[in-house]
């Protein structure tokens, strides 16, 4: 098998092995360090390209916000290697292993938020080989990947600030636009926000769960049972469902933001640790969360507001990174790493191409009460297709010796 | 298994003696022989031969069927690599084997295993797996031929006609390719169909499926006759698996217009709903009148035993008429009466809860094996009349062509490609 044709193809998998080591020290860089420059409003890198293998940057903080540097793969959501903490007028180093293929770099002043100065960086030359050492292989994918979660909640935090604002103003034409999209971040990492088992519930409860288990009905479908009051009347007749006043939106909103920076804290605690098995069982289980009896095939995520695609989509994106942090690991397990990684590839690759002929973030995508049973089944066969191989990753990861 | 094979039967209750096989190919009776030698849980029926295993053989007591559809994606590899892995798999499974050599418990403590366990410690209990191609898989709804087959659809593999009374769902009705899995363990067939369903995703996806409990027929003159779920002896008229000329004339579809069904034959399925409490209120001399048959023993209305022949020019002076009367089950479905037309049948019960107002879901999956679907479609014609027809409703439908037997080292449905 050819990997840099298969890389042009799916190149977000292909940088899995991209070794991070995010283990600074103060400059003392040689010549060949790629230049950074972070400030308040931009991210200038010295050069767009360089040769395949061992990359260093180093990065200089002349904004007057702590900041961080990121490498990210070429869809933009894996961390290929990212460098925390950089005080204003200090520099640190990153040190990253690439193969070739395409790649952004970006900054991220405050460290909260979306990063800034988005740039390509491309990378050639020739591949570089998978490191013999597998639990250095595995350490890279582990600190890939947490630093991925910490990046997802970072966002989310923005993000969730920007809805909750809208919605609590009653500017509820811009809320009902903003909730599929606050929640994308949420939902590409949701197995982990679900291990911390008081905070899901609080934030992503449906309805029933809530009233099952006798808790308030709070968080995200909460306001979204506000926001699409018709709807919800429609699913519950026999309840009399009131719109919330002025006070109550903000205490919801309130409720929302306290849980998300709770969220923040714990996986930016020392305590949070990931093990390569989180990953890969992670990856599992964001599409076991969309197959589930109450979750995005059978339309029941999103009651009210009927945006179930956008959070199956950002599912199936959390797993691709999850898969994409250990892929070289698998890949390098002889015929049988080969050819699981060549189907996952396959079957990521028709599972967003099917997911795509319902639109996209940007342009938005169809209502899931319009997806009839055949087209939903359509999209069940081809989650099935892409989770069966899945379920086998943290085996081929872990349980098969190298060949 | 040996010895209490009566108080086995009656622990099953129902589900030893029930059936309704004849609702729409005739409800005639069947031989009280006693003896159900295949119900042994160590019996293996070997899945390779001249014929596919699963039509000839002594019926067992469970059914788990399932309807497939190819996957949007899939191609002719695909297909080709699907039959080659689910005759791998059947062939294991019904040897009483794990699906693969790591099995439910081999493949180590990081993976899922590859087989799903529940039919750990049972052992083959009679499994068959028979496989059958609908016509949707040589050309789809809108025309197309996905896996270039489309030149060895055999001329008579089109859909059903509609009948009479017909009330057919699209949930129940319909695939490009079945697998019926009978066993005498209900797990061991359902363990059979979630496998092979499970090593389909990515190529086939489930369309429909319906799991069968009690067979109301027999194949063997060994099994004794089964009563359906209106209470009547069901399954005289039935071909046996030793009726080698009833077979050849009947069954097997060897002079087809293709050569990869030598051996094979055609496969009609219909999920019949029966309207059992509306049923359950009628008197035993119109349930009689309406079956032909009196209920306790079997016999034809126009006298005699169980297995006396039906003599249909016999006058009643109680009925004033025919004895077995016009629009009865029995005189409308049978062979005299439609050109000969026989039928192998392996139906099975149903009871699948209840609706909303409480009344049951239950009935008969009827399957017929057939030399040309054109017996079946004559036989239902004919019921059009038929006084039954006010206690059933046909709501699936589907036909398949089942290939011959598979030789050693071959798929099935090699032949297509």
């Not at chain 2, 040309?372 to 589907?398: C, M, W």
Request: proline share 4%; charged share 25%; hydrophobic share 35%.
């Amino acid at each position: 098998m050819n990997r840099r044709s298969r890389s042009t193809v799916l190149a977000v998998a292909l940088t899995a092995t991209l070794g991070l080591s995010a283990c600074v020290k103060n400059s003392e860089s040689g010549d060949d360090a790629i230049k950074v420059t972070s400030t308040a409003d931009g991210c200038e890198v010295s050069t767009a390209k360089a040769d395949s293998g061992t990359i260093t940057f180093d990065v200089t903080n002349d904004g007057d916000k702590i900041t961080e540097f990121y490498v990210l793969d070429s869809n933009k959501l894996r961390i290929v290697g990212e460098v925390e903490n950089i005080a204003p007028g200090t520099s640190r180093d990153l040190t990253v292993q690439a193969q070739p293929g395409e790649y952004f770099t970006e900054c991220k002043p405050g460290m909260v938020g979306d990063g800034i100065g988005n740039a390509k960086f491309t990378v050639t030359g020739d591949d570089v080989a998978v490191d013999e050492d597998q639990q250095k292989a595995i350490d890279a994918a582990v600190a890939s990947y947490t630093a991925y979660t910490k990046d997802q909640v970072g966002e989310l935090v923005g993000n969730v600030d920007d809805f909750v604002a809208a919605y609590t103003s009653g500017d509820d034409e811009t809320a009902r636009k903003l909730f599929p999209i606050t929640r994308i971040n949420y939902e590409r990492i949701e197995p982990t926000a679900e291990q911390f088992g008081d905070l899901d519930p609080k934030i992503d409860y449906r309805k029933p769960g809530a009233e099952a288990e006798n808790l308030p009905f709070t968080g995200f479908h909460r306001i979204e049972m506000d926001l699409w009051l018709d709807e919800a009347r429609k699913n519950y007749p026999t309840e009399e469902l009131i719109e919330l006043d002025e006070k109550g939106r903000a205490k919801l909103g309130d409720q929302l933001r306290t849980d998300i920076k709770a969220l923040y804290d714990k996986v930016h605690s020392d305590e949070f640790v990931l093990t390569v098995g989180d990953i890969t069982n992670g990856a599992i289980g964001l599409l076991d969360e969309i197959a589930a009896p109450d979750g995005k095939l059978p339309g029941e995520e999103d009651e009210f507001s009927h945006t179930d695609l956008y959070d199956f989509y950002a599912n199936v994106e959390g797993a691709q990174v999850a898969y994409g942090a250990v892929r070289d690991i698998a890949e390098a397990k002889g015929t049988e790493g080969e050819k699981l990684v060549g189907d996952l590839d396959r079957q990521f690759k028709g599972m967003f191409a099917l997911l795509e002929t319902y639109g996209d973030y940007d342009q938005g995508f169809v209502s899931y009460d319009t997806v009839e049973q055949a087209q939903r089944n359509e999209l069940g066969a081809q989650l099935n297709a892409l989770s069966e191989p899945l379920s086998q990753l943290t085996h081929t990861v872990l349980g098969v010796s190298k060949s | 298994m040996t010895g209490p094979r009566l108080s086995r039967r009656s622990a099953l209750g129902l589900i030893g003696a029930a059936g309704a096989a004849g609702v729409a190919g005739g409800f005639t009776a069947g031989a009280a022989r006693g003896d159900d030698a295949p119900s042994t849980t160590d019996l293996v029926v070997p899945f390779r031969g001249k014929h596919q295993a699963g039509i000839t053989t002594a019926v067992q007591q469970h059914l788990y069927f399932a309807s497939f559809d190819m996957t949007s994606t899939a191609g002719r590899e695909e297909l080709k690599s699907l039959l080659a892995d689910w005759t791998a798999a059947a062939a294991r499974m019904t040897r009483g084997q794990d699906v693969t050599d790591e099995g439910a418990v081999g493949g180590g403590p990081y993976k899922p295993p590859d087989d799903t366990g529940e039919a750990l410690d049972l052992q083959a209990n009679a499994l068959t797996i028979t496989f059958g191609f609908g016509p949707t898989l040589f050309e789809d709804a809108d025309g197309r031929d996905r896996f270039g087959i489309a030149d060895r659809r055999p001329k008579e593999l089109v859909e059903l006609p509609s009948f009479a009374f017909d009330l057919l769902e699209d949930r129940f009705s319909g695939g490009d390719l079945c697998i019926q899995a009978c066993a005498n363990d209900p797990q061991v067939a359902v363990h059979a169909i979630r496998n092979l369903s499970r090593i389909a995703f990515g190529r086939a996806q489930v369309r429909w499926t319906q799991l069968g409990y009690g067979r109301t027929s027999t194949t063997s003159k060994a099994q004794a006759t089964p009563r359906n779920l209106f209470g009547f002896k069901d399954g005289t008229a039935n071909i046996f698996g030793s009726d080698g000329s009833d077979l050849a004339t009947s069954v097997w579809a060897d002079d087809s217009d293709q050569p990869w069904l030598d051996g094979g034959t055609f496969l009609v399925a219909r999920k019949i709903q029966m309207l059992i409490e509306s049923w359950d209120r009628v008197r035993l001399e119109e349930q009689e009148a309406i079956i032909g048959r009196d209920k306790g023993e079997g016999a034809p209305l126009s006298g005699g035993t169980e297995f006396t022949e039906p003599k249909f020019d016999v006058f009643s002076t109680k009925a004033g008429g025919p004895a077995i009367p016009m629009d009865s089950h029995v005189r409308l479905a049978h062979p005299d009466h439609n050109g000969g037309a026989r039928m192998l049948r392996r139906g099975y019960n149903f009871v699948e809860g209840n609706n909303d107002l409480g009344q049951l879901n239950a009935g008969l999956f009827f399957l017929a094996f057939v030399r040309s679907p054109q017996q079946f479609i004559d036989v239902q014609r004919s019921l059009a009349k038929d006084t039954l027809n006010e206690y059933i409703r046909h709501i699936g439908s589907a036909i398949f062509a089942v290939p011959g037997g598979i030789r050693a080292g071959d798929s099935v449905g090699s032949g297509l490609f």
